[in-house]
């Protein structure tokens, strides 16, 4: 089993800047896909980013694309997100997750392990 844990939430204003992090324990995690969802108050748990077990490969959705980034240290088990231009339209609990899957990683139900959450809210 793996846990995993975020940090890096906060307050921020629009305009600002925040970088979460993802931190992995129990086992590696570097032959896993590695993904960021969240969820809003009232909303459903919605895609955010997603890298390939290599880090070769990413995929956003469109609403942070150009205004996110995704990446991860194998070394230190560790997932990232930089999230820049933050809007109050990203005020969310931001998750992360890890997967075996090779497909669907936008998909939630495809992964396997879920960290607790961190919150991010940004003013305007």
């Known amino acids: 089993q793996a846990q995993l844990v975020e940090s890096g939430g906060g307050l921020v204003q629009a305009g600002g800047s925040l970088r979460l992090s993802c931190a992995a324990s129990?086992?590696?995690?570097?032959?896993?896909?590695r993904g960021w969802f969240r969820q809003a108050p009232g909303k459903e748990r919605e895609f955010v980013a997603a890298?390939?077990?290599?880090?070769?490969?990413?995929y956003y959705a469109d609403s942070v694309k150009g205004r996110f980034t995704i990446s991860r240290d194998n070394a230190e088990n560790k997932v990232y997100l930089q999230m820049n231009s933050l809007n109050p339209e990203d005020t969310a609990v931001y998750y992360c997750?890890?997967?075996?899957?090779?497909?669907?990683?936008?998909?939630?139900?495809?992964?396997?392990?879920w960290g607790q959450g961190t919150q991010v809210t940004v003013s305007s």
């Open positions: 997750a890890a997967t075996k899957a090779r497909i669907a990683w936008t998909v939630a139900t495809t992964y396997e392990y």
């Open positions: 129990g086992r590696t995690l570097s032959s896993y896909a």
């Open positions: 890298i390939s077990y290599i880090g070769g490969t990413t």
